[in-house]
């Protein structure tokens, strides 16, 4: 019997990038041996429904879009608890978790690549009840109204902008956080903070360095409110070359976090809004996820 694979693209990212494409990527499933179900989603959360939808009646899911179409496949494909493989096709803008795993940029190359590649177990973040590919993030304009972009574009340049242009250190919210991991406690304030699976993040490096994607440890990195204007200058000179030589920045890697704080915070879950808990628990599924890759990852 004929091989089935699901399709599930989101028509509107990326400046709607699959529409040159579509009939080579369908091509090029059939010629690998696929029967094609192709679903466009027609608003958010749709991709998610989806997944768990075909899950259980498909040998493979295909995905195109941006960060929020990969976070509701990774999402709903874990909650059912389907081993079924992922194939993705970035269609965003910044792309930060197919650079990590060296995806191809080309579409029809990615299509290829999940004809010919093999599975790679890809670790997955979950955080408390809910599941995220490569980003939780709070702080900053993470806590602007959910009404504005979630967009990661740039996160950390942005942050250092955003310190450059505050006019009052007390202007700078920050939270007070316990973080326990299994090396520690750290209690700070802090004015933001990220836990990832990625080299990159908003298209900006990771502070932390030798980012494996598959080793059930997350890279955190936590930035303290600075109490003066030089520990504010410390932490821009920081961000902007992209390296932690300081007191004021966390980095580190880590297997499991709860995270307390005094108040709600909100976060981030691959840009897009995760809801604002005042306690979270954030885990790492070391290689829950089956994702089609080039054989020579
Ligand atoms: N037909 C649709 N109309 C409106 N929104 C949609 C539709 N289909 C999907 N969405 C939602 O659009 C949001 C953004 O999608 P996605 O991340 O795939 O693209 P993008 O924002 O262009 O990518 P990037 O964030 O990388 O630039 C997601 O939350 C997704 O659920």
Request: proline content about 3%.
């Amino acid at each position: 019997m004929e091989k089935k694979l699901v399709f599930i693209f989101n028509p509107k990212a990326g400046k709607g990038k699959i529409k040159t494409s579509l009939m080579e990527i369908v091509d090029i499933f059939n010629k690998g041996g696929y029967e094609v179900i192709i679903r466009a989603t027609q608003a958010p959360r749709d991709a998610y429904e989806q997944v768990k939808k075909y899950a259980d009646q498909v040998d493979l899911i295909v995905c195109s879009g941006g960060d929020g179409t990969l976070d509701e496949v990774v999402t709903g494909i874990t909650e059912v608890g389907s081993n079924v493989p992922i194939g993705y096709i970035p269609a965003g803008s910044t792309n930060d978790f197919a650079n990590s795993l060296f995806m191809p940029k080309n579409m029809l190359d990615a299509a290829s690549m999940i004809m010919d590649g093999e599975i790679y177990k890809c670790d997955v973040g979950r955080f408390n009840h809910q599941t995220f590919a490569y980003v939780a993030a709070f702080g900053l304009f993470t806590d602007v109204s959910y009404e504005t972009s979630q967009d990661l574009k740039n996160i950390l340049g942005h942050l250092a902008y955003v310190l450059e242009g505050a006019k009052r250190l007390l202007d700078i919210k920050s939270y007070h956080m316990k973080v326990v991991t299994e090396s520690g406690v750290i209690e700070d304030n802090f004015i933001y903070g990220m836990v990832t699976n990625s080299r990159s993040v908003g298209g900006f490096k990771n502070l932390t360095k030798d980012v494996v994607m598959n080793d059930g440890l997350f890279e955190v990195t936590l930035i303290v409110q600075p109490k003066n204007p030089l520990e504010m200058q410390e932490i821009i000179r920081n961000l902007l070359s992209m390296e932690d030589n300081s007191d004021l920045i966390y980095s580190f890697k880590a297997r499991k976090l709860t995270i307390e704080a005094d108040e709600a915070v909100a976060w981030t879950l691959d840009g897009e809004y995760g809801g604002s808990p005042e306690v979270v628990e954030i885990e790492n599924l070391k290689q829950a996820l089956n994702l089609r890759l080039r054989s020579a990852q």
